[in-house]
């Protein structure tokens, strides 16, 4: 007999109660008469040589995504007291004592922006450092993580009101949201995005990270920000090729689940990208631009994705499209692509197995390319051979306990997961026909 066995032991179901500042554990059956009632549960079973208790503890994590303008003008309030909402009495916490802020910035954010950033402080009469860090892909490491906690332990802040601000990429974001997630076990942080890629991507979900062992983000946590604050006038300092960059993941959405998105970037994305998704001044909720629309409409199915499964429980993610072959693509000839060009290398060629498994017609291949080739993005590489797509595949199903999970677009804003790896032949033609017809557009 399995003495661990318990499928046939009698199990109490406690509930945990809190009376009088102390929580004592309650029958389940019982009902409540005074007291804070727990989320949490206790299950307890008799074993045959002892007793085994089973926790159940849920994580509620609550944080904000908030666009605004001017977040840099000292007459507004949201990079000091947005994360804590209208509710919250933001005049008591900042007349109590001196207002304290840590801020990480991207050495080249820094460049541009930083006088603006300490006049903003100055302004608001608030103590803090500011910490410029070269924050690229190829040093997304532990000892920038180590850099950051150093900073902010001789800087002083209070673990619960003193949010951390990063300001910069989503290498930037990933490394601040690590450090953030292991001083004293957790110490919020605010995420400001400064590029198009981490605005609709990185800075709305819980994922911090930095690569290790030669693996994109092997090291990291699920820690969501409190706040994210997200003002679109960044995008006037980037470079043509970082809006291409970004609008890689604004069509990963809409090709997985917005048939809307994907008209709107197919008919106004060559315009969107020269303009740098400017949004037009004056324009009401009720009648948005292209770039207002297409930008919203990125982060509200981004969020749909991402707020029911922040820890990844579910392996079944349809954001997950791209983000097969990119991955080892993206460590392979870095820093020769960005990550929203591999992305869309990865896109791409899966675009044509999709197409080779009677997913998509034609018709829908050749438009998905022609938007793709319309955003300034690369639709094939040298480098994805198909020993690199199969060597991704197989590390895939490794590591997805069991099943590949492989999104493909179904059509245009339609997409399933499939479980199965893709048939050789299947991968071969695919592939075979990727590379005749796309070759010659180049590498970027």
């Known amino acids: 007999m399995d003495s661990n066995n318990s499928s046939c032991s009698p199990q109490t179901k406690y509930n945990l109660v809190q009376v009088k500042g102390t929580w004592i554990r309650q029958m389940e059956q019982h009902q409540v008469q005074e007291g804070k009632l727990s989320d949490a549960k206790i299950y307890e079973t008799k074993l045959e040589h002892g007793v085994s208790w089973t926790v159940i503890s849920p994580i509620v994590f609550t944080y904000r995504v908030l666009q605004c303008k001017n977040i840099l003008d000292p007459r507004n309030d949201t990079l000091l007291w947005g994360h804590i909402g209208d509710e919250e009495p933001k005049g008591t916490l900042s007349n109590s004592k001196p207002v304290k802020r840590f801020v990480v910035i991207d050495a080249t954010v820094h460049e541009l922006y930083g006088s603006q950033v300490s006049q903003y402080f100055e302004a608001r009469e608030v103590v803090h450092r500011i910490l410029p860090l070269p924050t690229t892909e190829e040093n997304k490491c532990m000892e920038l993580v180590t850099k950051i906690l150093e900073e902010v ?39 400001v995005p400064t590029t198009l890629l981490s605005y609709v991507d990185a800075s709305v979900g819980a994922k911090t ?7 994109k983000n092997k090291l990291g946590s699920y820690i969501p920000p409190v706040a994210t604050f997200l003002d679109c006038s960044f995008f006037q300092t980037l470079p043509k090729r970082q809006i291409s960059n970004g609008l890689a993941e604004m069509l990963k959405m809409a090709l997985m689940k917005h048939r809307g998105l ?31 629309a297409s930008i919203r409409i990125a982060i509200e199915t981004m969020l749909e ?5 922040l820890w990844e429980d579910d392996l079944d993610r349809l954001v997950d499209f791209g983000h097969l072959i990119s991955p080892e693509l993206e460590m392979r000839v870095l820093p020769a692509l960005l990550h929203g060009e591999a992305v869309n290398i990865d896109m791409s060629f899966m675009v044509y197995v999709a197409h080779q498994k009677g997913l998509l017609t034609a018709e829908e291949k050749d438009r998905i390319i022609q938007c793709m080739l319309g955003l300034d993005l690369p639709v094939w590489h040298q480098d994805c051979t198909l020993t690199l797509v199969q060597k991704s595949l197989k590390e895939r199903l490794k590591h997805s306990a069991g099943s590949v999970r492989m999104p493909l677009p179904t059509g245009l804003g339609t997409a399933e997961i499939f479980h199965d790896m893709i048939e050789d032949n299947v991968l071969c033609q695919a592939f075979q026909k990727w590379t005749t017809e796309l070759s010659s557009s180049g590498d970027k």
């Open 262 to 292: 994907f008209q709107l970037l197919e008919a106004d994305g060559r315009k969107l990208l020269h303009a740098k998704l400017q949004c037009a001044t004056g324009n009401s909720i009720e009648k948005e631009d292209s770039a207002s």
């Open 153 to 191: 332990h001789a800087f002083g802040i209070d673990r619960r009101s003193e949010p951390i601000i990063a300001i910069g990429g989503g290498v930037c974001l990933d490394v601040v949201g690590l450090a953030a997630s292991l001083y004293r076990r957790r110490t919020p942080y605010i995420r």
């Open 305 to 309: 994705e991402l707020a029911p499964n």
């Open 209 to 215: 990270g930095v690569n290790f062992a030669g693996g």
